[in-house]
């Protein structure tokens, strides 16, 4: 039997391993990146009466969550930029054997040329002033024949994550196997893990951990780290008690299967006066995955990106009833329609980026998935 919703233990306290459901739920749907706030303080009031919300937030949603001119707002998604179900059964733990004989997606030649142009353009927009630090991403397009849970399983194989999670919402399916926190909420606590740094594994024990060393020290990754640390630092004190934000934890190494990466820990104290609605619109999209200025940056981004980004880079939530809430920043995801699938790759530049280096960044990323 295969489950409708499967999210990685990093989404609740209450459970050790993957937990989910093997049925749908009432489905919620927004078309309009204007309508999302509307809809997620509907989930939010279900939330309150009981029910537990899985949702997949779009990252073109940002456009009307962050209040931007309307010249800007214009770009939408072709999808629904929010998808939810609504549960008023509690989820289980589904105790999953991920040993299963699939074949990774074929993915399309990247192209090279046209990450390129885009490299240059924000490097302009850098040097000019109007951002410091700008998350560019592309999409990959493949196919594969294999059932969606099925990829899953092998993806999970793949890449073992904190924040990973499959949602399956019928005509089109979530595959994520993110390891970055975009907010949890516990009670009254927040707390935010952004992502910034990344270097390849090595199978060489004495190797990899000199690369890990070496990430650790480069001035400019902590430079790049530090930059969506006070982003987001901000961010969680328009929400927060007064002198609440404090950074626990900074440079901190996250080893994965094909990558180390490096992650920063920000928390804070909720005020009490902050809906979840107005919470999610001061944070989101996550500042790690558009840049800083955050506004500027995401300007920038849809104007130099040729296509949505959809699910990636938005967010997979878990919304319970005891008002505890954990967002995952979608990273590492493939939406899959049919025998189509897409993964989104990027990495954060900045003045000193290097096109080859970025360029190899961004592949790295996709090997969990089979890029070349």
């Known amino acids: 039997m295969r489950p409708v919703v499967c999210l990685d233990r990093g989404f609740s306290s209450e459970f050790e391993t993957e937990f989910g459901w093997y049925s749908k739920g009432s489905v919620l749907t927004v078309s309009s990146a204007h309508e999302v706030s509307d809809g997620f303080a509907h989930l939010a009031a279900e939330a309150r009466a009981g029910a537990w919300i899985v949702l997949a937030l779009n990252y073109e949603a940002g456009f009307a969550l962050m209040d931007l001119p309307h010249h800007v707002a214009q770009r939408s998604s072709s999808q629904c930029d929010l998808k939810a179900y609504i549960y008023h059964e509690p989820p289980q733990a589904l105790n999953l054997n991920h040993s299963v004989t699939t074949r990774l997606p074929h993915w399309e030649t990247p192209d090279f040329e046209a990450y390129e142009c885009a490299f240059?353009?924000?490097?302009?927009?850098?040097?000019?002033?109007?951002?410091?630090?700008?998350?560019?991403?592309?999409?990959?397009?493949g196919t594969s024949k294999e059932a969606p849970w099925d990829l899953y399983q092998l993806l999970a194989n793949n890449q073992p994550a904190d924040f990973g999670g499959f949602i399956d919402f019928g005509h089109d399916q979530v595959l994520s196997r993110s390891p970055e926190l975009f907010l949890e909420r516990r009670g009254q606590h927040l707390r935010s893990e952004p992502m910034k740094g990344t270097a390849r594994r090595d199978p060489n024990p004495i190797i990899d951990q000199q690369i890990l060393d070496d990430l650790l020290a480069d001035a400019k990754m902590q430079a790049e780290n530090l930059m969506i640390v006070d982003l987001i630092r901000n961010d969680l004190s328009r929400v927060s008690e007064p002198h609440s934000v404090r950074v626990s934890r900074l440079f901190e190494p996250r080893t994965l299967s094909s990558v180390h990466q490096v992650s920063s820990v920000i928390e804070s104290t909720l005020r009490s006066d902050v809906d979840p609605c107005a919470l999610i619109k001061a944070l989101f999209?996550?500042?790690?995955?558009?840049?800083a200025p955050k506004a500027k940056a995401f300007e920038l981004i849809q104007i130099l990106e040729s296509d949505a980004r959809g699910i990636y880079t938005g967010s997979l939530g878990l919304m319970e009833p005891s008002g505890d809430m954990t967002f995952s920043v979608a990273i590492r995801t493939i939406e899959q329609r049919g025998e189509q699938v897409v993964l989104g790759l990027g990495s954060g530049l900045v003045a000193d980026s290097e096109l080859k280096d970025e360029w190899a960044e961004c592949l790295l990323k996709g090997r969990f998935a089979g890029v070349a």
Request: glycine fraction near 10%; charge should be neutral.
């Open 120 to 141: 240059r353009a924000v490097q302009d927009a850098i040097v000019d002033g109007v951002c410091y630090q700008v998350n560019q991403t592309f999409r990959l397009h």
């Open 285 to 291: 999209p996550c500042g790690s995955v558009v840049g």
